[in-house]
């Protein structure tokens, strides 16, 4: 039988690379956002609860539009849409802070850290993407737009509240700088543990753009 809260693979069985467009997070920020995160699991949780499922704080980032499974005739042009959009853009200065659940009522399925400055400069960098993702064949994500760091995945397990409060009284009214500098097409990597997101290409912002991604050969490509 299925544990009830027990997370599925939306994708599982589609072909292609598992893309979004992101910017990642100063080493700095990690710290920080490392060690808030490393104070609330050090918290015991009642007999047989289950934990949620915690993000890999080696990659952390903020999302602006993810593409999903992606085939290989797509790839070059997609890369070609980041690296266009982020010439064209500016660096950010923000600050992360607060802390929250997605849905707001109920058991909660995703936990994450607001971003309390810079929300509106990150929101027009998701535009420009979108609109340079149009261009290369995607479609516009009509969806608004809110920047957030998920740090957490809950899919509805009993204890997912318990650790939600705990997250936002650690956090409390505490703000975390994060210059945003940069812009890439990274790839999740799922299984054996939580997914792994590997550059693709990333580039500098305002500036013409640098492939840092190391392109794995065919072999190493997950379908």
Do not use: K
């Not at 990690?30 to 704080?57: F, K, M, Y």
């Not at 890369?79 to 659940?101: F, K």
């Not at 995607?138 to 809950?154: C, K, M, N, Q, Y």
């Not at 703000?175 to 054996?192: H, K, P």
């Amino acid at each position: 039988m299925t544990r009830p809260g027990r997370w599925v693979d939306p994708y599982a069985g589609i072909q292609g690379r598992r893309l979004f467009v992101a910017v990642p997070l100063p080493d700095t920020a990690v710290a920080a956002v490392a060690g808030i995160v490393d104070s609330v699991r050090a918290q015991p949780l009642p007999a047989g609860a289950h934990d949620v499922r915690w993000v890999r704080l080696d990659g952390l980032h903020l999302t602006l539009r993810f593409l999903g499974p992606t085939a290989t005739p797509q790839i070059e042009p997609t890369r070609s849409a980041v690296e266009r959009a982020a010439e064209v853009a500016a660096p950010i200065s923000a600050e992360l802070g607060s802390a929250g659940v997605f849905p707001p009522a109920g058991r909660p399925r995703a936990l994450w850290i607001g971003v309390a400055v810079g929300g509106d400069e990150l929101a027009g960098l998701a535009a420009v993407v979108n609109r340079e993702l149009a261009e290369a064949g995607w479609p516009i994500d009509e969806r608004p737009f809110r920047a957030h760091l998920t740090v957490a995945r809950a899919d509805g397990v009993g204890a997912g509240r318990l650790v939600a409060d705990r997250l936002i009284t650690a956090i409390g009214d505490r703000r975390i700088d994060c210059a945003i500098d940069r812009l890439g097409l990274f790839e999740s990597v799922t299984g054996g543990g939580p997914a792994r997101y590997l550059p693709v290409f990333e580039a500098p912002l305002g500036a013409p753009g640098r492939d840092v991604g190391r392109d794995r050969g065919a072999a190493d490509r997950r379908p």
